[in-house]
Nanobody, 115 residues
Framework: QVQLVESGGESVQAGGSLRLSCAAS????????MFWYRQAPGKQRELVAT???????NYADSVKGRFTISRDNAKNAVYLQMNSLKPDDTAVYYC?????????WGQGTQVTVFS
């Protein structure tokens, strides 16, 4: 079993920055792909950023140029640096990891961007 704990979510003014962290623990041999998702009130959960274990990245169009995903394999951690935040970025942010063939979710961290 794998546990994921996110942190770093808070309320921030538009234009500001936040860095989210997600630490994995438990029965981990190696983590393959790591993801960040978000879910805004009344909306479906959407994929924000992806990072493979070889360092390849992909971003939703809405965050390209503003958000950066990174990972620390030694710490089994993934990060999301969010710059130039907008009110539309308000959501609960979840990390997700692929370990072997299984996917695991974190519990989420709230990000609120006010104008």
């Amino acid at each position: 079993q794998v546990q994921l704990v996110e942190s770093g979510g808070e309320s921030v003014q538009a234009g500001g920055s936040l860095r989210l962290s997600c630490a994995a623990s438990g029965s981990i041999f190696s983590i393959n792909t790591m993801f960040w998702y978000r879910q805004a009130p009344g909306k479906q959960r959407e994929l924000v950023a992806t990072m493979t274990n070889s360092g390849g990245t992909n971003y939703a169009d809405s965050v390209k140029g503003r958000f950066t995903i990174s990972r620390d394999n030694a710490k089994n951690a993934v990060y999301l640096q969010m710059n130039s935040l907008k009110p539309d970025d308000t959501a609960v942010y979840y990390c997700r990891v692929l370990v072997s063939t299984r996917l695991y979710w974190g519990q989420g961290t709230q990000v609120t961007v006010f104008s």
